[in-house]
């Protein structure tokens, strides 16, 4: 059975993002530019599903249950001229929990607990702050998601879930996808054990 293509939307910017604020379980609303972000990639997204030969209105669209990426989705559909609230939930997508981290800058966790931020900054992997989640538990849960996909998928969700995939698939390393920028407004598409990025 052929695997299923993923085209993949990290949620556009909120002011935390702007202001280089961890926000993990948090559900801190898209700012202006992170709307327009989410209208840019819709027509990205547009234009790739036309050249793939792929009918819109007959895939599936699924997004993480935080605010961002609802809101960022249901800009997509609206772009794209389908019924906005057409889309599933699934938790498994949610962004990986900074647990005491969040709401803090990097300084700020640093701050809080330097010893945890030494060991994280070693290994960004397997170390969660203080009632945090690691990148290999959702790296576990990505995998899950995916194995689960019967069919070509949207999806909306986050710059951590989006690198725990690419591990999860054997397209990064562990030590890479830690220190990779998912850029908004963009699409990834995983297709056959690839990844491509269209800006």
Known sequence: MPVPTIY??????????LLGRLQGARDIPLNARGR???????????????????????????????????????????????PVADYSLDDRLREIGYGSWEGLTLAESEASDPDVYAR?????????????????????RMLDWYESLLVDTVAVAHGGTARALMVALGIETPASAAELYIEQGTVYVFRDGRLEKYS
């Open 120 to 140: 994280r900054l070693a290994d960004k992997w397997t170390v969660a702050p203080k009632d945090g989640e690691t990148y290999a538990a959702v790296q576990l």
């Open 8 to 17: 993949y939307l990290r949620h556009g910017e909120t002011e935390w993002n």
């Open 36 to 82: 327009a972000q989410a209208v840019q990639a819709a027509g990205i997204l547009a234009g790739l599903l036309k050249r793939d030969g792929r009918n819109k209105a007959a895939l599936p669209y699924v997004s993480s249950p935080l605010g961002r990426a609802r809101s960022t989705m249901e800009l997509v559909r609206g772009k794209l001229e389908l």
